[in-house]
Nanobody, 120 residues
Framework: QGQLDESGGGLVQAGSSLRLSCAAS????????MAWYRQAPGKEREIVAS?????????YATYSVKHRFTIIRDNAKNTLYLQMNSLEPEDTAMYYC????????????WGTGAQVTVSS
């Protein structure tokens, strides 16, 4: 099972930008469709954005996220990124990365996540 290490979170004001990183080890992300997930307090974990193993297919969960966030994969660095612009208080959550397969297994152990807190 691969390991994931998320970083880049922080406390920012609304309208700010953050770039999250997810460094993988033990498995190559190039073999998997990957995604960013988030879990807000008291809510279920939800997918934010996904990218196919080749990078050819990218999907965002909502219209709002699609026009503010960008998911990027660097297979050479075995790292997944999430560029987040125009952050809103509703984006406050713990952010995680992992593989992305409908009803499929997760091929990496969950990391500890990156906390993003957006103040209004």
């Amino acid at each position: 099972q691969g390991q994931l290490d998320e970083s880049g979170g922080g406390l920012v004001q609304a309208g700010s930008s953050l770039r999250l990183s997810c460094a993988a080890s033990g498995r190559n992300i190039s073999d998997y469709n990957m995604a960013w997930y988030r879990q807000a307090p008291g809510k279920e974990r939800e997918i934010v954005a996904s990218i196919s193993w080749s990078g050819a297919n990218i999907n965002y969960a909502t219209y709002s996220v699609k026009h503010r966030f960008t998911i990027i994969r660097d297979n050479a660095k075995n790292t997944l990124y999430l560029q987040m612009n125009s952050l809103e208080p509703e984006d406050t959550a713990m952010y995680y990365c992992n593989s992305a397969y409908h009803n499929g297994p997760y091929y990496f152990n969950w990391g500890t996540g990156a906390q993003v807190t957006v103040s209004s």
